[in-house]
């Protein structure tokens, strides 16, 4: 089986990357490398033994797409490239929403050209918008008006543009993974999270203060209603995720349409409980100061997993400690991430 990964040169992508050559299956990567470098997947490459196939194309080139398609023959593509910077695309809601949702268009459509008919996508826990109770289940509410970035909306209108395409055509199958908080590394140390500039999302911004890069973290409110005020969340490890997709293939072999998924542990951990597992897994001490509360945050988020388990066979087996050791590895034999970032 040969596999289109786009955006498999970066975080979530080269993980997945790994498992899937890891499970037999052939790999082609589509990456414009916006936000990634390929040295990545060379580091695939040599932890696996075995060869990816990397197109250098941006998704909003039809024609590039297409020529790629015209290559190689793939059984089914995992659609990971997009832009994903919360704050950036509040101040550019344009250019999100056309490389999101243009670029998934087009891919849809050289799919269909190619007679491509199964897809997973990346979408996220951000479809929620605020949650009504927890834990989430695929059937809560999702609610484009209670998601408080272009970005969460741009994730949510392709959770519709995916649905209708494939209503449209019954033969095809799509795959919607709503992704919790992703974090940690692969165990090797050799492939892991690369943000640019100074991280916005929590693990990344800890273990550049634990490496020394940054000097504290802001914890962005201590007076929510959780178990100790501050804000809490379904942290999942990249490899679990990355596992998980190579099961969403199976479960797509199988015709089911178009299937919804929680990819998370099912378990909340608050700031302060990530600081301390990050302490303990790195031997350094974490300097933070708790700070007003960031703007769109909610209090507490985490998944109801059962659906996964119980049509994908799939459970996250790994835990906030392994997260914040596997993070840890990475960082400190990585501590300016990939050389020749192309970025
Ligand atoms: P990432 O930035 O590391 O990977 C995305 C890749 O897509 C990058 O390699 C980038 O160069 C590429 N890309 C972007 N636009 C492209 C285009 N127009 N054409 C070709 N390539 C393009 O991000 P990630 O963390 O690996 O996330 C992967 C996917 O999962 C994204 O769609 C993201 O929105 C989604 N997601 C991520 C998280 C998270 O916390 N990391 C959470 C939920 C959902
Ligand atoms: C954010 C995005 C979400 C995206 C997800 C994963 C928002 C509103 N949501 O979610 O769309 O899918 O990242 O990429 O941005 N925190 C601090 N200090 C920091 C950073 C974070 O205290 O420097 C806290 C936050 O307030 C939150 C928790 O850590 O309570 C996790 O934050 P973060 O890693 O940014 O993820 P989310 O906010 O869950």
């Excluded at 550019?92 to 008919?117: D, S």
């Excluded at 979408?123 to 809560?140: K, R």
């Excluded at 992704?179 to 940690?184: K, R």
């Excluded at 350094?284 to 049509?311: F, H, M, N, W």
Aim: charged residues 20%.
């Amino acid at each position: 089986m040969h596999i289109l990964v786009t955006g498999g040169s970066g975080y979530i992508g080269s993980h997945t990357c790994l498992e899937l050559l890891q499970a037999g299956y052939q790999v082609s990567v589509v990456d414009n490398l916006c936000n990634s470098s390929q040295e990545s997947l060379a580091r695939v490459s040599r932890l696996t033994g075995k060869k990816i196939s990397f197109f250098r194309v941006d998704l909003l080139d039809p024609s590039g797409l297409d020529e790629v398609f015209q290559k190689q023959t793939f059984d089914a593509v995992i659609h990971f490239a997009g832009l994903k910077a919360v704050g950036e695309s509040v101040g550019k809601p344009l250019v999100y929403y056309q490389n999101n949702v243009t670029g998934t268009i087009n891919l849809c459509e050289v799919m269909q050209r190619h007679g491509v008919r199964d897809i997973v996508f990346s979408s996220s826990a951000t479809v929620y918008g605020i949650p009504e109770s927890l834990p989430l289940t695929e059937s809560a509410p999702t609610l484009i008006n209670l998601i408080t970035n272009p970005y969460g909306r741009s994730k949510l209108i392709l959770e519709f543009v995916l649905r209708d395409w494939q209503a449209a055509n019954p033969d095809f199958n799509v795959a919607l993974l709503r992704y919790f908080n992703p974090v940690g590394a692969h165990g090797s140390g050799e492939i892991g999270e690369d943000p640019n500039g100074i991280p916005n999302n929590l693990l990344p911004y800890v273990s550049q203060v634990a490496v020394g890069q940054l000097p504290r973290l802001k914890i962005f409110g201590g007076d929510y209603e959780t178990k100790d005020g501050t804000g809490v969340r379904d942290y999942i490890h990249v490899v679990d995720l990355a596992i998980g997709h190579v099961q969403a293939l199976d479960r797509l072999r199988q015709n089911p349409g178009v299937v919804t998924y929680n990819l998370g542990t099912g378990n909340g951990y608050s700031v302060l409980e990530v600081v301390s597992a990050f302490e303990k897994a790195s031997g350094q001490t974490i300097a933070y100061e708790i700070v007003g509360r960031r703007a769109g945050d909610i209090a507490a988020c985490y998944a109801d997993p059962s659906l996964a388990k119980s049509e994908l066979g799939w459970v996250a087996e790994r835990g906030l400690d392994e997260m914040c050791a596997d993070g840890w590895r990475w960082q400190s034999m990585n501590p300016h991430g990939f050389p020749m970032a192309g970025k």
